[in-house]
C-alpha cells in the first residue's frame, strides 16, 4: 500500500539555521508533490508544488526538492525564524486524492 | 472572499447521536473534501466529490455519509456517533484537472464523542 513517512516527528532548530524536512514514498508514483504549513488549531495551508519533472522550486526562503528515484522530498528553510515554527506536512498527488504525510513540528528556538 | 467556512466550531455528542457538518466555499471550485485528523494519523480522506453531483469514498469512509448539495457546499453526517469518531474535522475544496491544483483548508470541526 501506499506510504508516506516525514522524517520525525519532532525538529528543534536554532534562529537563523537552515532547517531540512524530509518526505519519504514507497508504492507511488506521484505528479506532484506539495508541502503546506499547519498552525496549531488551525487548518493546513498551501506552501509550495513541485511537479515530478521538477528538480527543485524556490519561494522566498523555502526551497523544495523532489527525487522521483529517491522517491524522496527535501523542504528547506534558510534563515529560520520563530515565526516559522509549526508543523509542516507533505502531501502527494497522483492517480489518487491527495494523500499526506503524518507531519513534521518544527520550533525555531530564538 | 471568506474562503472555506465551516460550521460548527465545537461539538459535543453522546454515542448513537447524529449530527451533520456543514462546509461551503466561495472560489468556485469543483472539488471538495473532508478528511479527519488524529494525532498520530495525520490527516485521513473520508469521501470527496470531485464536481457537482459525484461524490467518491476516500481512506476512511465508514460510518459517514456525504451531500454535494450544490457547487458550494460539501455536507458530512454522521448518522450514529461513535467515540472512535471524536476527532478535527477539516473540509478543503480545490481546482480540478491537470496541474495538481492546491487544496484550502477550513478552520476544522472539533468533534467529541462521549
Known amino acids: 500500500s501506499q506510504k508516506i513517512e516525514q522524517n520525525s516527528e519532532a525538529l528543534n532548530i536554532q534562529e537563523g539555521k537552515t532547517a531540512t524536512l524530509t518526505c519519504n514514498y514507497t508504492n507511488y508514483s506521484p505528479a506532484y508533490l506539495q508541502w503546506y504549513r499547519q498552525d496549531p488549531g488551525r487548518g493546513p495551508v498551501f506552501l509550495l508544488l513541485?511537479?515530478?519533472?521538477?528538480k527543485e522550486k524556490r519561494k522566498e526562503r523555502l526551497k523544495v526538492t523532489f527525487d522521483t528515484t529517491l522517491k524522496q522530498s527535501l523542504f528547506h528553510i534558510t534563515a529560520s525564524q520563530p515565526a516559522d515554527s509549526a508543523t509542516y506536512l507533505c502531501?502527494?498527488?497522483?492517480?489518487?486524492?491527495?494523500?499526506f504525510g503524518k507531519g513534521t513540528r518544527l520550533s525555531v528556538i530564538a | 472572499n471568506a474562503g472555506v467556512t465551516q460550521t460548527p466550531k465545537f461539538q459535543v455528542l453522546k454515542t448513537g447521536q447524529s449530527m451533520t457538518l456543514q462546509c461551503a466555499q466561495d472560489?468556485?471550485?469543483?472539488?471538495m473534501y473532508w478528511y479527519r485528523q488524529d494525532p498520530g494519523m495525520g490527516l485521513r480522506l473520508i469521501y470527496y466529490s470531485a464536481s457537482e453531483g459525484t461524490t467518491d469514498k476516500g481512506e476512511v469512509p465508514n460510518g459517514y455519509n456525504v451531500s454535494r448539495l450544490n457547487k458550494r457546499e460539501f455536507s458530512l453526517r454522521l448518522e450514529s456517533a461513535a467515540p472512535s469518531q471524536t476527532s478535527v474535522y477539516f473540509c478543503?475544496?480545490?481546482?480540478?484537472?491537470?496541474?495538481?491544483?492546491?487544496?484550502?483548508f477550513g478552520p476544522g470541526t472539533r468533534l467529541t464523542v462521549t
Open positions: 472560489m468556485n471550485h469543483n472539488s
Open positions: 502531501a502527494l498527488l497522483g492517480n489518487t486524492p491527495l494523500v
Open positions: 478543503a475544496s480545490s481546482e480540478t484537472g491537470t496541474g495538481g491544483y492546491e487544496q484550502y
Open positions: 513541485i511537479r515530478e519533472n521538477e
